[in-house]
């Protein structure tokens, strides 16, 4: 009985996490504008975003406080039309040289043209570690849940409730995993045409100006980062601490399959094949079972 209550418990989690309807933190509330708040705005009750870019700048928001392992999401509405040199974020990060960081990044593409959908996971600064993806929907004609789930076993990126990727924790094996840091969440909108689409080679239409992201419903459910003292805290396997249950721990055979499909269709780009960029020495992670 009691697995069982398990059981039905975690389903239960899994549902509300991935359910739109219950992300309803208030950007006025979780967010500060750290750059472009005065091109960008807060609208609504407080839980809708508006990030603009145009020829004098682009805009960004970071959450009040640090976390430590967790869940967070947002709903979000990419820029429509000709977005190509525009890249929208979603992540979190630590500071410093020597930083973590978990990334969501939205390369923009000419009209008609897809979006990119570019992942990255920084270890003590070291951020080498990019899957790409074309996405399976118009991410520009409505929102869609953009959720990092991060805990002390592994980092999963999901796009609604379909897993995209994951980062499994082999730091035993002297491989870095992001335990020890806490981290902001953060959303930009900016001018990256000098990368971001067709390698450079598209730049900004500014006739096209300005590039609306529009953001609803941030939520963090995550650990609170308080220093040093968290790093146990945080990590410690006990009910408040649901990201360390072993629901968590690994995919469902489910959400595999759900993997799977994207990964075989939709995927565009991964370091652990690029063997030319490595010189033949690609990661060690890229050994590892990773789900």
Known sequence: ??????????????AVAFDPSSVNAKF????????????????????????????????????????LFGSFQVLLKLVPGNSAGTVTTYYVSSSGERHDEID?????????????????????????????????FDPTADYHNYTIHWNPTEVVWFIDDVPI??????????IAYPDK?????????????NWAT????????????PFIARYRNFRARACKWDG???????????PANWWTAPAYSKLSSAQL?????????????????DTKRFKGQVPPECFKAQF
């Open 228 to 238: 040093p003292v968290s790093i146990n805290q945080c990590a410690s396997n006990t």
């Open 1 to 14: 009985m009691a697995s069982l209550q398990t059981f039905l418990a975690a389903l239960f989690i899994v």
């Open 181 to 193: 840091q806490g981290m902001r969440a953060y959303s930009s909108l900016w001018n990256a045409d």
């Open 165 to 174: 990727r994951v980062f499994r924790n082999y730091k035993k094996e002297g």
């Open 198 to 209: 067709q390698g450079g080679r598209v730049k900004i239409d500014w006739t096209a100006a």
């Open 257 to 273: 399959g759900k993997m799977k499909w994207v990964r075989d269709n939709y995927m565009i780009y991964n370091y652990c094949a």
């Open 104 to 136: 969501f990044e939205f390369l923009g593409n000419t009209s008609g043209q897809p979006y990119t959908i570019h992942t990255n996971i920084y270890t003590q600064g070291n951020g080498t570690r990019e899957q790409q993806f074309r996405p399976w």
């Open 28 to 67: 006025s509330k979780s967010m500060s504008f750290y750059w472009g708040a005065s091109n960008s705005a807060i609208l609504g009750e407080g839980d809708d975003l508006q990030l603009v870019l145009n020829r004098k700048s682009g805009s960004g928001v970071k959450s009040k406080r640090s976390f």
